[in-house]
Nanobody, 119 residues
């Protein structure tokens, strides 16, 4: 059974930091590109960033570049999102997702974890 379970969300002040984790099971984690998305009410999901299956390559949406960092530990089947210099507009539900190598679509999704940034 495939599972992606996010943790680490919560309340932070503007300028603060949070680290999210996404623990994966039920598939060969090291064969999958991992991504973080976020969604706020009334808006479409935003791809925050992703990391290659080896961890050697990352990319980010412009609004988080220089503030957020994605990393992964293939031995622990876990991907992380380190968020720094948080802003109120970063408030959202954050989801991790998995996509097999060069597939076009994401195959698996987590349930999400709420991040709230107060001003």
């Amino acid at each position: 059974q495939v599972q992606l379970v996010e943790s680490g969300g919560g309340l932070a002040q503007a300028g603060g930091s949070l680290r999210l984790a996404c623990s994966a099971s039920g598939f060969t984690f090291s064969d999958y590109v991992m991504a973080w998305f976020r969604r706020t009410p009334g808006k479409e999901s935003l791809l925050v960033g992703l990391i290659s299956w080896s961890g050697g390559s990352t990319s980010y949406v412009d609004s988080v570049k220089g503030r957020f960092t994605i990393s992964r530990d293939n031995a622990k089947n876990t991907v992380y999102l380190q968020m720094s210099s948080l802003r109120p507009e970063d408030t959202a539900v954050y989801y991790c997702a998995a996509r097999w190598r060069n597939n076009a679509n994401f195959d698996y999704w987590g349930q999400g974890t709420q991040v709230t940034v107060s001003s």
